[in-house]
């Protein structure tokens, strides 16, 4: 099944080079592997083939983390606007047998941000998930930096620190357990409240392996805090402290 997903991947990621070229659309796109937890207590971890987006079409970007942004305003490195995201949901099977799924939900919002320079920015998001059941929307958003350098040989390193946080009714969805799921799944009962919900730390090489072509390598630490981190769940089958590791190979557009 790896196999052929990799293989129609990158099929349709080679047509989409072809047009993107011709559409001037510049940045880099890609297809990798991630290791990382399959929900956001960490109850397991898997292994997924990812596509990987970094490119911009005028004041419109699609970025992997950041999802489809539109820069409205743009001037002296400050920019803003709104933006689209996607957000994946929960299969409540395994040590989460008896709790609820949570479907897979676009997040819908606005940005900010300060990029003087290509090599730095620093950002703020506020967003509300759309699409899921109707107790499992909620408000949500992220603070956060990022700082690229030079290393030496062609090798780009960045570093960026996140801190996210969710209301009440967005971290009740992940990291709450009412009292008919602790019957069904035998985790405590647990109301989760909102802010800050954690802290993420990555660090990122971009390596240059022929012209036009690299290999992109990225580590994160995830530190649950505050109402995620108490969660009877996270307590019982998940992590506080999470890990995910990304490796992709990019092709960059002029």
């Not at 898997?46 to 942004?69: A, C, E, H, K, N």
């Not at 620190?161 to 009740?172: K, M, P, Y």
């Not at 012209?211 to 505050?226: E, F, I």
Request: charged share 15%; aromatic share 10%; glycine share 14%.
């Amino acid at each position: 099944m790896f196999r052929v997903t990799s293989l129609v991947c990158a099929g349709v990621l080679g047509l989409w080079m072809d047009s993107a070229a011709a559409a001037g659309i510049s940045g880099e796109v890609g297809l990798g592997l991630s290791y990382q937890p399959r929900e956001p207590t960490a109850s397991r971890y898997q292994t997924v083939p990812v596509p990987y987006f970094d490119l911009d079409w005028g004041d419109v970007s699609l970025d992997t983390d950041d999802g489809l942004t539109w820069s409205a305003f743009n001037s002296n490195g400050l920019s803003a606007g709104p933006y689209l995201n996607y957000l994946p949901g929960r299969t409540a099977n395994g040590p989460l047998k008896g709790l609820r799924d949570v479907s897979d939900m676009a997040e819908v919002g606005g940005f900010i941000q300060y990029a003087p320079a290509d090599f730095w920015r620093v950002y703020a998001q506020l967003g509300r998930s759309v699409g899921g059941a109707h107790d499992q929307s909620g408000i949500l958003g992220k603070l956060g930096g990022e700082l690229g350098y030079p290393l030496g040989g062609g090798v780009i390193g960045s570093t960026g620190l996140v801190a996210h946080f969710a209301d009440d009714n967005q971290t009740q969805t992940f990291f709450g357990v009412d009292e008919h799921e602790a019957q069904a799944s035998g985790i405590r009962p647990y109301n989760a409240s909102g802010g800050f919900q954690n802290l993420t730390l990555t660090q990122s090489l971009q390596i240059p392996l022929a012209p036009r072509w690299s290999l992109l390598a990225s580590a994160s630490w995830v530190h649950l805090t505050g109402s995620a981190a108490d969660s009877s769940i996270v307590r019982q089958t998940g992590e506080v402290n999470q890990g995910q590791v990304q490796t992709a190979i990019s092709y960059t557009f002029d």
